[in-house]
Protein backbone atom coordinates (compact mmCIF):
# COMPACT_ATOMS: atom_id res chain seq x y z
CA UNK A 1 0.00 0.00 0.00
CA UNK A 2 1.57 3.37 -1.06
CA UNK A 3 1.41 6.05 2.04
CA UNK A 4 3.21 8.74 0.00
CA UNK A 5 2.18 9.09 -3.72
CA UNK A 6 3.84 11.93 -5.56
CA UNK A 7 2.55 11.80 -9.21
CA UNK A 8 4.13 14.48 -11.97
CA UNK A 9 4.76 16.99 -9.24
CA UNK A 10 6.18 20.33 -10.84
CA UNK A 11 7.07 23.66 -8.81
CA UNK A 12 7.42 26.64 -10.04
CA UNK A 13 8.95 29.79 -8.79
CA UNK A 14 8.62 32.39 -11.24
CA UNK A 15 10.60 31.39 -14.34
CA UNK A 16 12.28 28.86 -12.14
CA UNK A 17 11.48 25.25 -12.18
CA UNK A 18 12.61 23.92 -9.15
CA UNK A 19 10.92 20.41 -9.46
CA UNK A 20 10.27 19.30 -12.90
CA UNK A 21 7.23 16.41 -13.08
CA UNK A 22 8.38 14.39 -10.44
CA UNK A 23 7.36 10.83 -9.48
CA UNK A 24 7.76 8.94 -6.53
CA UNK A 25 5.78 6.33 -4.10
CA UNK A 26 6.49 5.11 -0.30
CA UNK A 27 4.82 1.86 0.42
CA UNK A 28 3.92 1.12 4.15
CA UNK A 29 6.84 -0.12 5.75
CA UNK A 30 9.43 0.98 3.93
CA UNK A 31 12.38 3.66 5.14
CA UNK A 32 12.76 5.38 1.51
CA UNK A 33 16.23 7.52 1.07
CA UNK A 34 16.06 10.51 -1.19
CA UNK A 35 19.37 11.84 -2.04
CA UNK A 36 20.70 14.85 -3.96
CA UNK A 37 23.39 18.10 -3.38
CA UNK A 38 21.95 21.24 -1.72
CA UNK A 39 19.43 22.94 -4.52
CA UNK A 40 18.44 19.58 -6.16
CA UNK A 41 14.84 20.24 -4.77
CA UNK A 42 14.34 17.62 -1.47
CA UNK A 43 13.30 20.33 0.45
CA UNK A 44 11.22 21.89 -1.56
CA UNK A 45 9.51 18.17 -2.48
CA UNK A 46 9.26 17.60 1.48
CA UNK A 47 7.61 21.22 1.88
CA UNK A 48 4.91 20.23 -0.94
CA UNK A 49 4.13 17.24 0.95
CA UNK A 50 3.86 19.17 4.52
CA UNK A 51 1.50 21.32 2.35
CA UNK A 52 3.57 24.55 3.44
CA UNK A 53 4.25 24.92 -1.00
CA UNK A 54 1.59 24.42 -3.06
CA UNK A 55 2.64 22.41 -6.24
CA UNK A 56 2.06 24.57 -9.77
CA UNK A 57 0.75 20.76 -11.14
CA UNK A 58 0.53 17.32 -10.06
CA UNK A 59 -0.83 15.73 -7.46
CA UNK A 60 1.01 15.40 -3.91
CA UNK A 61 -0.97 12.15 -1.62
CA UNK A 62 -0.14 11.06 1.89
CA UNK A 63 -2.59 8.26 3.46
CA UNK A 64 -4.31 8.93 -0.23
CA UNK A 65 -5.46 12.67 1.08
CA UNK A 66 -4.41 15.37 -1.14
CA UNK A 67 -1.44 16.60 0.67
CA UNK A 68 -2.35 20.74 0.25
CA UNK A 69 -6.08 19.84 1.11
CA UNK A 70 -5.94 17.92 3.88
CA UNK A 71 -2.92 19.05 5.55
CA UNK A 72 -4.55 19.25 8.98
CA UNK A 73 -5.35 15.84 8.78
CA UNK A 74 -2.46 14.53 7.32
CA UNK A 75 -0.44 15.84 10.17
CA UNK A 76 -2.28 14.02 12.68
CA UNK A 77 -0.52 10.99 11.26
CA UNK A 78 3.02 12.35 10.69
CA UNK A 79 6.01 13.53 12.28
CA UNK A 80 8.78 15.66 10.68
CA UNK A 81 12.10 16.74 11.59
CA UNK A 82 13.91 19.46 9.75
CA UNK A 83 17.75 19.80 8.95
CA UNK A 84 17.51 23.46 10.48
CA UNK A 85 15.75 23.01 14.53
CA UNK A 86 14.44 26.38 15.65
CA UNK A 87 13.08 25.70 19.10
CA UNK A 88 11.13 28.57 21.51
CA UNK A 89 14.45 30.05 23.64
CA UNK A 90 12.30 30.35 27.00
CA UNK A 91 11.28 27.16 27.16
CA UNK A 92 12.98 23.91 28.13
CA UNK A 93 13.23 21.03 25.84
CA UNK A 94 11.19 19.03 27.95
CA UNK A 95 8.49 21.63 27.54
CA UNK A 96 9.02 21.84 23.46
CA UNK A 97 9.33 17.49 23.80
CA UNK A 98 5.75 17.62 25.46
CA UNK A 99 4.24 20.73 23.52
CA UNK A 100 4.84 18.89 20.50
CA UNK A 101 3.54 14.97 21.87
CA UNK A 102 0.66 16.21 22.92
CA UNK A 103 -0.20 18.10 20.07
CA UNK A 104 -0.57 15.09 18.12
CA UNK A 105 -2.29 13.25 20.68
CA UNK A 106 -0.22 10.78 22.00
CA UNK A 107 0.48 11.03 25.60
CA UNK A 108 3.22 8.33 25.79
CA UNK A 109 5.60 9.31 28.78
CA UNK A 110 7.39 6.37 29.61
CA UNK A 111 8.31 5.99 25.75
CA UNK A 112 9.60 9.96 26.28
CA UNK A 113 11.59 9.22 29.17
CA UNK A 114 13.27 6.32 27.39
CA UNK A 115 14.37 8.90 24.22
CA UNK A 116 15.06 11.76 26.55
CA UNK A 117 17.83 9.05 28.32
CA UNK A 118 19.34 7.25 24.78
CA UNK A 119 19.87 10.18 23.22
CA UNK A 120 21.71 12.02 25.91
CA UNK A 121 19.60 15.20 26.57
CA UNK A 122 18.56 17.50 29.70
CA UNK A 123 15.63 18.32 29.24
CA UNK A 124 15.86 20.62 31.95
CA UNK A 125 17.58 23.30 30.48
CA UNK A 126 16.35 26.09 27.91
CA UNK A 127 16.59 25.84 24.52
CA UNK A 128 18.09 28.87 23.90
CA UNK A 129 21.18 27.77 26.07
CA UNK A 130 21.08 24.48 23.38
CA UNK A 131 23.63 23.59 21.21
CA UNK A 132 22.36 22.75 17.69
CA UNK A 133 23.05 18.90 18.05
CA UNK A 134 20.73 19.49 21.21
CA UNK A 135 17.98 21.54 19.46
CA UNK A 136 18.15 18.30 17.10
CA UNK A 137 17.85 15.77 19.81
CA UNK A 138 15.09 18.01 21.27
CA UNK A 139 12.83 17.58 17.62
CA UNK A 140 14.23 13.80 17.28
CA UNK A 141 13.06 13.06 20.53
CA UNK A 142 9.28 14.68 19.59
CA UNK A 143 8.74 13.30 16.95
CA UNK A 144 9.95 9.57 17.39
CA UNK A 145 7.79 10.13 21.14
CA UNK A 146 4.54 10.04 18.46
CA UNK A 147 2.59 7.15 17.36
CA UNK A 148 2.95 8.75 14.08
CA UNK A 149 2.52 6.19 10.80
CA UNK A 150 4.64 8.41 8.63
CA UNK A 151 7.81 10.06 9.83
CA UNK A 152 8.94 12.66 7.15
CA UNK A 153 12.65 13.56 8.28
CA UNK A 154 15.07 16.25 5.80
CA UNK A 155 18.61 16.12 7.10
CA UNK A 156 17.97 14.97 10.80
CA UNK A 157 21.06 14.12 11.81
CA UNK A 158 22.64 17.25 11.35
CA UNK A 159 24.60 18.32 13.88
CA UNK A 160 24.58 14.80 15.76
CA UNK A 161 27.67 13.39 16.87
CA UNK A 162 28.47 9.24 15.57
CA UNK A 163 27.51 7.76 18.95
CA UNK A 164 23.90 9.80 18.75
CA UNK A 165 23.88 9.05 14.77
CA UNK A 166 23.73 5.53 15.78
CA UNK A 167 20.84 5.68 18.44
CA UNK A 168 19.47 7.82 15.42
CA UNK A 169 19.57 4.68 12.98
CA UNK A 170 17.82 2.32 15.53
CA UNK A 171 15.05 4.28 16.39
CA UNK A 172 14.35 4.34 12.27
CA UNK A 173 15.00 0.42 12.59
CA UNK A 174 12.74 0.36 15.33
CA UNK A 175 10.07 2.57 13.29
CA UNK A 176 10.51 0.54 10.46
CA UNK A 177 9.71 -2.86 12.59
CA UNK A 178 6.36 -1.58 13.58
CA UNK A 179 5.09 -1.18 10.05
CA UNK A 180 5.98 2.50 10.13
CA UNK A 181 7.04 4.52 7.14
CA UNK A 182 10.06 7.17 6.83
CA UNK A 183 10.90 9.47 4.30
CA UNK A 184 14.86 9.98 4.67
CA UNK A 185 16.52 13.46 3.26
CA UNK A 186 20.24 13.18 3.93
CA UNK A 187 23.33 13.85 1.88
CA UNK A 188 25.15 11.34 4.62
CA UNK A 189 25.15 8.32 1.74
CA UNK A 190 26.29 5.93 4.74
CA UNK A 191 23.64 6.44 6.51
CA UNK A 192 20.98 5.99 3.59
CA UNK A 193 22.68 2.91 2.45
CA UNK A 194 22.34 1.16 5.97
CA UNK A 195 18.80 2.31 6.28
CA UNK A 196 17.12 2.50 3.25
CA UNK A 197 14.88 -0.13 1.49
CA UNK A 198 14.91 2.40 -1.71
CA UNK A 199 16.39 5.36 -2.97
CA UNK A 200 15.71 8.06 -5.47
CA UNK A 201 18.63 10.64 -6.06
CA UNK A 202 17.12 13.91 -7.59
CA UNK A 203 19.29 16.39 -9.53
CA UNK A 204 18.01 19.45 -10.83
CA UNK A 205 14.44 18.82 -10.10
CA UNK A 206 14.48 15.77 -11.83
CA UNK A 207 14.64 12.04 -10.55
CA UNK A 208 17.36 10.50 -12.19
CA UNK A 209 17.22 7.24 -10.90
CA UNK A 210 14.63 5.35 -8.04
CA UNK A 211 15.08 1.82 -7.10
CA UNK A 212 16.14 -0.67 -4.32
CA UNK A 213 20.53 -0.32 -3.77
CA UNK A 214 20.81 -3.57 -5.79
CA UNK A 215 18.40 -3.02 -8.84
CA UNK A 216 20.86 0.45 -8.66
CA UNK A 217 24.15 -1.20 -8.46
CA UNK A 218 24.41 -2.05 -12.35
CA UNK A 219 24.76 1.86 -13.10
CA UNK A 220 27.99 1.30 -11.95
CA UNK A 221 31.31 -0.77 -11.31
CA UNK A 222 32.59 -3.52 -9.12
CA UNK A 223 35.82 -2.84 -7.52
CA UNK A 224 37.98 -5.70 -7.50
CA UNK A 225 42.10 -6.06 -6.05
CA UNK A 226 43.80 -9.53 -7.12
CA UNK A 227 46.94 -10.92 -6.22
CA UNK A 228 48.25 -13.80 -9.14
CA UNK A 229 51.37 -15.74 -9.23
CA UNK A 230 52.29 -15.18 -12.50
CA UNK A 231 51.71 -11.18 -13.82
CA UNK A 232 48.29 -10.52 -15.64
CA UNK A 233 48.86 -9.38 -19.54
CA UNK A 234 46.97 -7.05 -21.08
CA UNK A 235 44.56 -6.30 -18.14
CA UNK A 236 43.37 -2.59 -19.51
CA UNK A 237 42.28 -4.71 -23.08
CA UNK A 238 39.69 -6.90 -21.63
CA UNK A 239 36.47 -5.87 -22.63
CA UNK A 240 34.44 -4.08 -19.37
CA UNK A 241 37.59 -3.24 -17.57
CA UNK A 242 38.66 0.34 -16.16
CA UNK A 243 40.78 2.27 -14.21
CA UNK A 244 43.83 -0.89 -13.71
CA UNK A 245 46.50 -0.03 -11.29
CA UNK A 246 49.26 -2.63 -11.39
CA UNK A 247 51.21 -3.60 -8.63
CA UNK A 248 53.85 -6.49 -7.27
CA UNK A 249 51.70 -9.21 -7.64
CA UNK A 250 48.50 -8.48 -8.91
CA UNK A 251 46.54 -5.83 -9.87
CA UNK A 252 43.21 -3.58 -9.07
CA UNK A 253 40.37 -2.64 -10.57
CA UNK A 254 36.96 -2.01 -11.85
CA UNK A 255 34.66 -3.74 -14.02
CA UNK A 256 31.33 -4.23 -15.06
CA UNK A 257 28.64 -5.92 -13.40
CA UNK A 258 28.03 -7.92 -15.90
CA UNK A 259 31.06 -8.59 -17.01
CA UNK A 260 32.40 -9.81 -13.92
CA UNK A 261 32.26 -14.02 -14.58
CA UNK A 262 33.93 -13.43 -18.28
CA UNK A 263 36.64 -10.87 -16.06
CA UNK A 264 37.68 -13.74 -13.27
CA UNK A 265 37.71 -16.48 -15.76
CA UNK A 266 40.06 -14.68 -18.14
CA UNK A 267 42.65 -13.78 -14.98
CA UNK A 268 41.80 -17.00 -13.44
CA UNK A 269 44.39 -18.80 -15.96
CA UNK A 270 47.13 -16.35 -14.40
CA UNK A 271 46.66 -18.74 -10.86
CA UNK A 272 44.59 -16.28 -8.49
CA UNK A 273 46.16 -16.49 -4.82
CA UNK A 274 43.97 -14.08 -3.58
CA UNK A 275 40.46 -12.16 -4.27
CA UNK A 276 39.31 -9.37 -3.44
CA UNK A 277 35.59 -7.51 -4.72
CA UNK A 278 33.21 -4.95 -3.27
CA UNK A 279 30.11 -3.81 -5.11
CA UNK A 280 29.55 -0.31 -5.79
CA UNK A 281 28.22 1.97 -2.71
CA UNK A 282 25.65 4.46 -2.75
CA UNK A 283 28.12 6.87 -3.19
CA UNK A 284 29.50 5.63 -5.63
CA UNK A 285 26.06 5.71 -7.28
CA UNK A 286 25.97 9.62 -6.09
CA UNK A 287 29.31 10.56 -8.06
CA UNK A 288 28.17 8.58 -11.14
CA UNK A 289 25.39 10.94 -11.55
CA UNK A 290 27.15 14.41 -10.60
CA UNK A 291 30.69 13.15 -12.33
CA UNK A 292 31.20 16.49 -14.40
CA UNK A 293 28.91 18.32 -11.80
CA UNK A 294 30.64 21.91 -11.21
Known sequence: ????????????????????????????????????????????T?????????????????FGLNAWDD???????IAYVPGEVNLWSNLTGGEVIDLFVRLRGSNHKSRREELIERFDLDPTKKCGTYSKGNRQKVALVAAFAADADLYILDEPTSGLDPLMELTFRECVAEAKEAGKSVLLSS??????????????????????????????????????RVET????????????????????????????GSRLGE?????????ILALES???????????????EA
Open 46 to 62: IRILLGILKATSGVAQI
Open 187 to 224: HILSEVERLCDRVSIIRQGQIIESGSLKELRHLTMTRV
Open 278 to 292: APPTLEDLFIHHYQG
Open 263 to 271: VLKQISQYD
Open 229 to 256: AMPILHLEEIPGVQNVEVFAGGASFQVE
Open 1 to 44: MAIVKIDNVTKKFGNFTALGGIHLEIQQGEVYGFIGPNGAGKTT
Open 71 to 77: AVEIHKR
